[in-house]
């Protein structure tokens, strides 16, 4: 199975690609002097935490910008560009082997101009960059390294490299730009895809339908039916692919085997170790098949997005069990994730304060006795199966439990309720004494990620009649609205009152698709009007006769335009925006802004029908266009 970028693993090692046109070059080394004038790091103090966390690096980091590229004009030099997160792990990784080591550092400075990006504040770059790796190599993933030509073409990119490997492949690359620098540029300007032609049937519903049936069988055939999910490798929840896999069997007829697959998922994602039994949240994926072994990140994208399946799972297969998971994600949002303007932070990092990853989520079974009453640790050490080896080094435990409440009180010979209200202390003494433990936060409130957390809690608050899942709606709504909404444009976060990164098609998307999701709870006139504004601005910047633009022009020539864009970690944002532009343009009886979402529609058809499963989204878009259009 090929699996999306978003489940490519990281902390890959360098490989030359057959074919890629200047593989021979990667052969010779040779040595010559490159003058540096002086630079310093830009970055302490940074309003993003993660590339504040960079401020100290011995490499002088650049912050990203025209003047960037200017310089490396000047000084004849390549751009080195490193792309990561606040809660990425093998970017923490990185800087302590490779970016806090003088003599990498070194060498950084004197023959590249480095700069480092944060990608919650630069998707549309980070996208670019994602491609161009994954079009040298069968994976991608952060952190994310590029070099770039000083007029903005790629001309290599690699993931993790160990300290050894990666100076040498900074001494290569230097050389060889000092050699023949001319050739190096040409071969960059060739690496562009290739544009894709539009391709544009009519959408209708037959077309449609076949495309969702193929969608179900392509779920069935690479679903994991031993652990659940989809896919052999390391486990993502795949949350917009999910979504859709719920509409079409909501749909169309309840076909059991598509029911099996989906809640085989559910199940163990809400059972094993993607999921924190204790604290509450999803973590980002698993690093195996049986989804025993996360990674420690807690994005807001997928608590949001996961909230809602199980909201919505519950209901459709009659499922409890689905149903408090959802109220229990949303508590964990709420409580962890929201601030008092109303708006949500990004991230958790995988990393505690000390550097240890998973630090504060693991707990070793000394402290547990030390914690807990004798009775409470016999209990626990029941339930999470304390008695068994520990998967990780250090021999400490991640609470997941392996036995039920009702085999676990059979066992001590107690009354199920009591075993409950004992497990129940002892959790929130853990959680208690966890607080101290808890993972830094990266703070930023990015617009997309908060339209996406408003599009859930209102759809749960339609759904459930919940006035505490409206309020915390509206307060995002009033945060995107009135901070990040500004003189008829889209701010992507604040620092200050000042705008942190430009809005890119991400956040147009997900805050149009938030603010169409709060109108439908209000039946409010006013909210489509204001949902309908920001979908129609965001086509304006981001559409074009040739596909779709991830950001509103950009520095860095590659991949410009895309007839379609998949899915990922969260919902394609213009399959998003096209299915806002849909349900607007339907209330408000507007057939402009529906012939224009269908035309965008059928100029990716072909790339729709290519692979509908990585498409989830767009499909669901287009069969509700397609209805729009029969009416």
């Not at 991830?550 to 990922?568: C, K, N, P, S, V």
Request: hydrophobic share 40%; glycine share 8%; with cysteine.
């Amino acid at each position: 199975m090929v699996i999306p970028h978003h489940s490519k693993s990281v902390g890959t090692t360098m490989k030359i690609p057959p074919g890629f046109a200047h593989a021979a070059f990667w052969l010779i080394l040779l040595t010559a002097p490159a003058h540096s004038a002086e630079l310093a790091n830009e970055l302490n103090n940074h309003p993003s935490p993660y590339l504040a966390l960079h401020g100290n690096d011995p490499v002088a980091w650049q912050d990203w910008g025209p003047d960037v590229l200017e310089r490396a004009r000047k000084e004849n030099k390549l751009v080195f560009l490193s792309i990561g997160y606040f809660s990425c792990h093998w970017c923490h990784v990185m800087q302590r082997e490779s970016y806090k080591n003088p003599e990498i550092a070194a060498v950084l400075n004197r023959y590249f101009i480095p700069v480092k990006i944060d990608r919650e504040l630069e998707p549309a770059l980070d996208g670019k960059m994602m491609d161009f790796v994954q079009s040298l190599r069968d994976s991608g993933g952060w952190p994310l390294n590029a070099f770039v030509t000083p007029d903005g073409y790629p001309v290599y990119a690699t993931l993790y490299e160990r300290p050894q490997r990666f100076l040498a492949l900074l001494q290569r690359l230097s050389d060889l730009w000092q050699k023949d620098k001319q050739k190096i540029t040409t071969l960059a300007h060739t690496n562009l895809p290739a544009g894709k032609g539009p391709g544009s049937p009519q959408l209708d519903f037959k077309r449609v339908y076949r495309l969702h049936t193929r969608l179900g069988e392509y779920a069935r055939s690479v679903a994991d039916e031993i652990h659940g999910g989809f896919g052999t490798s390391n486990k993502f929840p795949m949350e917009p692919e999910l979504a859709e896999l719920l509409t079409i069997y909501q749909r169309f007829d309840h076909e059991a085997l598509l029911g099996d697959a989906i809640t085989k998922a559910l199940d163990a994602m809400m059972n094993k170790a993607l999921r924190d039994h204790l604290n509450g949240g999803f973590f980002r994926y698993t690093t195996d098949p049986d989804w025993s072994t996360p990674h420690f990140e807690k994005m807001l994208y997928n608590n949001a997005q996961l909230a809602l399946l199980y909201l919505r799972a519950g209901k459709l297969f009659d499922r409890d069990d689905y149903t408090r998971v959802a109220h229990e994600t949303y508590r964990f949002m709420i409580d962890n994730m929201r601030r008092p303007d109303g708006a949500f932070i990004g991230a958790f990092s995988a990393v505690d304060e000390n550097g240890k990853e998973g630090g504060g989520y693991l707990w070793q079974k000394d402290e547990l006795k030390k914690r807990l009453t004798p009775e409470q640790y016999r209990l626990i050490e029941l339930i999470w199966g304390l008695e068994d080896p520990s998967q990780f080094e250090s021999g400490a435990y991640l609470p997941v439990p392996v036995k039920n409440m009702e085999e676990a009180a059979k066992n001590l010979g107690m009354d199920p309720k009591q075993a409950q209200a004992l497990y129940s202390e002892a959790a929130e003494k853990l959680r208690q004494i966890g607080k101290s433990k808890q993972h830094p936060a990266d703070t930023k409130k990015l617009a997309g990620w908060n339209g996406l957390a408003l599009a859930s809690f209102a759809e749960a608050a339609r759904r459930t009649g919940n006035k505490e899942y409206q309020a915390v709606a509206r307060g995002i709504r009033n945060y995107l609205v009135e901070q990040l909404w500004r003189n008829g444009e889209l701010m992507r976060a604040l620092n200050k009152g000042k705008p942190l990164g430009q809005a890119s098609l991400q956040d147009y998307g997900f805050v149009a698709w938030g603010l169409m999701q709060w109108a439908m709870l209000t039946d409010d006139t006013s909210d489509f009007e204001l949902a309908r504004k920001i979908a129609n601005r965001g086509y304006e910047k981001f559409y074009t006769a040739s596909g779709w633009r991830m950001d509103d022009g950009g520095l860095i020539h590659y991949g410009q335009t895309r007839d379609a864009i998949e899915d990922g970690a969260m919902p394609s944002p213009s399959a998003l925006l096209l299915l806002a532009m849909t349900r607007i343009g339907n209330h408000l009886d507007d057939d402009k802004l529906l012939e224009k979402a269908g035309a965008a529609l059928n100029s990716g058809w072909k790339t729709l029908e290519s692979n509908p499963f990585y498409f989830a989204t767009r499909l669901e878009a287009a069969y509700v266009n397609a209805g729009s259009s029969a009416r």
